[in-house]
């Protein structure tokens, strides 16, 4: 199992954090997403197939790009 934690500075409440978790939990093979509104952070586990690409990918598509 694969952990990252992905500093989000489009976070703002704790919608924007149940909007990420609803759409990163359709991926397959992600098993985990927990996010802090206050620190801007989203930590997601996930096992193949799912990819860290997939998951910055998809966060991107939804306006919550992740900050390099």
Do not use: R
């Not at 992600?30 to 998809?58: C, H």
């Amino acid at each position: 199992m694969e952990s990252n934690t992905f500093s989000v500075p489009n976070i703002s409440c704790g919608h924007c954090v149940m909007s990420i978790k609803n759409e990163l939990n359709e991926i397959q093979g992600v098993s985990s997403v927990e996010g802090n509104p206050e620190e801007k952070k989203i930590t997601v586990e996930w096992d193949v197939p799912a990819t860290l690409e997939k998951i910055k990918s998809t966060l991107k598509e939804i306006n919550y790009p992740a900050a390099d």
